[in-house]
């Protein structure tokens, strides 16, 4: 039981680790002792990100844009000359997109679902070598997070259509993929983060931050020990049992209301 949750030694990627959840999420595996690889797609903030957290341990910037079949390729050939073998992959990266029913455009659905959704598939595919490769004979697991949101298991308030249909795509792909590489020693679950301090979320925050708050049972908004929390659970020992599941961290929003 002593090493539990020790993750230390293993290694990450974290897509859309550069800044918001994705970078908390980072620097709870560096500081726990992962080796981790995080990307998007402005090369001087996903760098500055990686310096910063350098402080902390191991963290390596590979720029990409994860939204077209060309960014994934090129993501995995720079990952894959650099290791073999992958521990965890927390597929992260995405974006947000508002507009009124009436007026929705169709470059709204379409870029919220590549990001969102088809990268997360063809990216978890492409890197499906290095993750058998580090699961392979071990009494230890392999672990894919998916970074879905409680606006995939609930209607939301504000006009996100195609970010609300993406997110619940995402946690019913997490079902598919988990019985598919359960035979490989991978686990393959989701976290649903209610709301945390990010760029996506700061708008909402400085105009209706009182009520958010005042929705969360928990009276809070979440910080980074929370989804960094959830993470290193899914990634260590402790949750080599737990797979195809969505945890919601949010405070008690989608349970306790």
């Known amino acids: 039981m ?29 500081e726990n002792g992962v080796k981790t690889y995080i990307t998007s797609r402005k090369a001087d903030v996903c760098d500055q990100m990686a310096a910063e957290l350098s402080k902390y341990g191991v963290c390596i910037s590979i720029p990409a844009d994860l939204s077209s079949m060309e960014g994934i390729n090129g993501f995995v050939s720079a990952f894959s000359g650099k290791e073999q073998t992958l521990d965890i992959l927390v ?23 590549d990001i969102n959704v088809k990268s997360i598939f063809f990216l978890t595919k492409a890197l499906l070598p290095q993750l058998r ?17 409680i606006d995939g298991l609930h209607a939301p308030a504000f006009d996100n259509y195609s970010y609300s249909a993406s997110k619940a795509a995402v946690l019913h ?8 590489l359960v035979k490989d020693n991978i686990t393959v679950n989701a976290i649903a983060p209610g709301p945390f301090e990010s760029k996506m979320m700061a708008a909402f925050l400085s105009s209706f931050g009182e009520a958010i708050r005042a929705s969360i049972p928990m009276g809070r908004i979440g910080e980074p020990e929370d989804v960094a929390g959830a993470t290193i659970y899914l990634s260590s020992r402790a949750g080599a049992y737990v797979t195809g599941a969505t945890i919601p961290v949010d405070g008690g929003f989608i349970n306790c209301r």
């Open 91 to 113: 597929n992260n990266a995405g974006a947000t997109w508002g507009a009124p029913l009436d007026d929705f455009p169709e470059s709204g659905w379409d870029k919220i679902m």
């Open 2 to 30: 002593k090493n539990l949750f020790s993750v230390d030694g293993k290694v990450a990627i974290v897509t859309g680790g550069s800044r918001g959840i994705g970078a908390m999420i980072a620097r709870g595996l560096v």
């Open 133 to 149: 490769a580090a699961a392979s004979g071990k009494k230890d697991h392999g672990t894919i997070i998916n970074i879905g949101s």
């Open 173 to 180: 792909m997490t079902r598919v993929l988990a019985k598919k």
